[in-house]
């Protein structure tokens, strides 16, 4: 790699590559498998070699066209198949089992073997990667930076620069959305910056452009399975079989963790006895692949729901009663050990029969079916359950910082990252409910490593869980301070004596005197003239979670999520071209904290996902160049994609198990709907050929080559 024209171009400052690194230059965290820049080997196209560091980026970006690199060209593999044929894999299988599936194999009345394959997905998140590094006094690096993991980019800058991490402040102000694509791929870019402010005493920016954005970062992992499947005449399923293998890329990134999870989620809302569940991850030459809404459950999810298809056609059996007669029931259980209690799955298949009119959708379809020729509808039904808590059972934990200034109002800091779900605005909504502050009076912080060291990434849909219930307990504790001040100033106004006091209305009052109240200023500020604590810390680690690798058996999730879809869909035959009729969600929230904003959640992650089944292909060279590199050569869908009618409701449970406040998490599990577009398009497409297996994503090319 000669660097030396690009460092004598006018306006450049400096050019570092990894022969500048001062500490370590590795930046892999689950494995130690990623350089920040390569020494030897180039591992996919578009990886960073060095940086330029320039006056602006067109001067930069002319220099870096003066980089020479020599190298020898080996042969690369991208595909899962390949790697698999190579046994290209990070770390050894993984296996979860349960019951003798060999024998519950022989001895079932039908077996079918199938493969399915899903696809990536580029997160299009509107704001692209970036870091800004600023040096401050007493030899701080202060990163702005556009990450879900605060404690990741410290710990790995300090790694890489060689210093303790006690010397780089990492902040969140908010992100332009991440959806799990700054979860781990944000770390690079950050200590990029965080090195070339450091090397070169200056502040630094690294900021892609969407192009390149979309060529060189990670997406959601494609999978290929093997599967066989054994049922009975009634098509209880007896035994399930599996092998999933995922496209990982490069370096490990989380791909253990991928993996992982969709493995959980390879059951989906099924009871099967006799159980066997294999997964490998694949290193390929592409851009490392990473966590992505869902975070392989979706892709373990898809496997299982095409088994059931293949099933219900081949028993000519309702698509719906199927999955109602295999559905888990209270005290089965998974095939990872954990107990099943308080599930709905099957009530909220019920429900959104009900809420759809799914007798009168059946007839409707087929009465639309038999009387056109180039136009065809089909049925999709997705129930779903999806596992809270980080697999990673040390990464269930977080903390928040409340100050309640002298003039009643209060500031909070959580190691949560805002990305547009609206984290802050339930942080804001508890501390309010604890404290009965109106909400003007509450304002969330940054997410700062030094107001919030150690934060695990906002991720897993654990961040109001875990964030929320940290600053809850935070706030708990002022409210138990301020009571006892309360309490004097109640006694010494009023006369009252109380135990039970309200926070309401920006006041405090007696549970049985409503009217006679202190406001929250006089109280705050009568707690400081006592020299009562103003400021609390509160810590929230999620109880009872457990599992052994090596067996494959424990307690991984704290709770599921419930709900189902149903999707009516109608395409051309002729050019494959479809809608989305209308869509039915019922989705079980618990207790909500927001409505609005899980609703807003719900929608948004259902069209994510049509955009998953059925617009987004990522297409490759044979370089391994992502040639879909912008909104032009890569599809998303837009507001027009959205079903003609969609229903969504969000049903309320009492859960025992639901977290903050009795809610339940909403990030993720909704992104499993979309799924049901997809096999609303293969019924569809059987109802003419019985025989076609549509492939992934349902683009009009795809639906074409199925009717074929
Ligand atoms: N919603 C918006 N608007 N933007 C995002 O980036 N990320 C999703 C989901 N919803 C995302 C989003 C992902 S991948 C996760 S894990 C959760 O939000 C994270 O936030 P939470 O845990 O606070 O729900
Ligand atoms: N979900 C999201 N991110 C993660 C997980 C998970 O289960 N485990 C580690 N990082
Ligand atoms: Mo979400 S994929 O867990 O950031």
């Not at 690369?76 to 089992?97: C, D, G, H, N, T």
């Not at 410290?154 to 402040?169: D, F, K, M, N």
């Not at 390149?212 to 005449?233: A, Q, Y």
């Not at 979309?674 to 992934?696: D, R, T």
Request: proline share 5%; hydrophobic share 40%; glycine share 8%.
């Amino acid at each position: 790699l000669a660097l030396s024209a690009a460092h004598a171009s006018p306006g450049v400052h400096a050019v570092y590559g990894a022969q500048d690194v001062p500490g370590q230059n590795m930046i892999g965290h689950v494995l130690k498998d990623e350089p920040l820049f390569p020494d030897s080997e180039i591992m996919f196209y578009g990886q960073p070699l060095a940086m330029i560091l320039a006056e602006d980026e067109s001067i930069a970006e002319a220099a870096a066209k003066l980089v020479i690199l020599e190298a020898e060209e080996l042969p690369p593999v991208f595909s899962i198949e390949e790697a698999e044929r190579l046994k290209q894999w990070y770390i050894p299988e993984r296996k979860i089992a349960r019951g003798d599936v060999d024998d519950a194999l022989n001895k079932a009345r039908y077996t079918i073997h199938g493969q399915s394959y899903t696809g990536g997905q580029e997160h299009f998140y509107m704001e692209s990667q970036r870091t800004r590094a600023i040096l401050t006094d007493h030899d701080l690096i202060h990163l702005l930076c556009a990450t879900q993991s605060t404690m990741e980019v410290q710990e790995i800058a300090a790694r890489v620069l060689g210093i303790p991490a006690h010397r780089i402040a990492v902040e969140v102000p908010r992100l332009g959305g991440a959806f799990g694509g700054k979860e781990r791929s944000a770390t690079i870019w950050a200590v990029m910056a965080a090195l070339g402010a450091f090397l070169s005493g200056r502040p630094v920016q690294v900021m892609l452009t969407r192009d390149e954005d979309m060529r060189v970062t990670g997406k959601r992992h494609p999978f290929l399975s093997n599967w066989k499947i054994g049922f009975d005449e009634d098509g209880k399923i007896k035994a399930w079989d599996i092998e999933l293998m995922c496209n990982g890329g490069a370096y490990v990134d989380l791909s253990v963790a991928i993996l992982e999870r969709a493995m959980f989620h390879a059951d989906n809302c099924y009871h099967i006895p006799n159980v066997r569940i294999k997964g490998r991850a694949c290193r390929t030459n592409l851009p490392p692949n990473t966590a992505f809404r869902g975070f392989g459950g979706p892709q373990g999810i898809f496997t299982i729901e095409s088994a059931l298809g293949q099933i219900a056609k081949k028993l000519n059996k309702d698509p719906l009663e199927l999955r109602k007669l295999n559905c888990y029931q209270n005290g089965d259980i998974t095939p990872y050990g954990q107990k099943i209690s308080e599930t709905s799955a099957l009530k909220m298949l019920e429900q959104v029969a009900e809420a759809a009119d799914y007798q009168k959708l059946i007839h409707e379809v087929h009465d639309f079916n038999s009387k056109h020729e180039h136009h065809k509808q089909g049925l999709g039904i997705m129930p779903v359950k999806f596992g809270i808590s980080f697999t990673t059972a040390l990464m269930n934990q977080g903390s928040a910082l409340i100050w309640v200034y002298i003039d009643g109002s209060l500031s909070v800091s959580t190691g949560g990252v805002e990305m547009g779900q609206e984290l802050n605005s339930k942080v804001a909504l508890i501390v309010q409910r604890v404290l009965g502050l109106s909400y003007d009076k509450i304002r969330v912080e940054s997410s700062h490593t030094q107001r919030t060291g150690n934060a695990s990434p906002t991720a897993a849909s654990t961040g109001s869980d875990i964030n929320g219930n940290a600053a809850r307990i935070a706030a708990e504790k002022i409210r138990k301070s301020l009571s006892e001040i309360a309490r004097i100033m109640l006694q010494e106004r009023y006369e009252i004596d109380s135990e039970e006091l309200i926070f309401a209305d920006d006041k405090v009052f007696a549970q049985a005197e409503p009217d006679k109240s202190i406001a929250f200023p006089e109280l705050v500020r009568r707690a400081h003239q006592e020299r009562t604590p103003l400021g609390a810390y509160g810590y929230y680690a999620t109880p009872d979670l457990y599992f052994d690798r090596d067996l494959g058996q424990g307690n991984p999730f704290h709770y599921f999520v419930y709900g189902a879809a149903i999707a009516r869909v109608q395409l051309g035959l002729l050019s494959g071209e479809h809608e989305i009729l209308s869509t039915h969600i019922v989705h079980e929230n618990a207790q909500s904290l927001h409505p609005d904003i899980d609703m807003g959640q719900v929608v948004g992650a259902f069209i994510q996902s049509v955009g998953w089944c059925t617009m987004e292909e990522l297409v490759i060279d044979t370089k391994g160049r992502y040639l879909s590199a912008n909104p032009s050569t890569y599809k998303i869908p837009g507001v027009r994609d959205l079903p003609r009618d969609l229903r969504v409701t969000l049903q309320p449970s009492k859960s025992a198990q639901a977290s903050i406040l009795g809610s339940k998490a909403v990030g993720e599990p909704p992104f499993m709907y979309g799924m049901a577009v997809f096999f609303a398009l293969q019924n569809a497409i059987q109802s003419v050929k019985p025989e076609a297996e549509l492939s992934f994503p349902a683009t009009p090319e795809a639906i074409i080559r199925a009717l074929n």
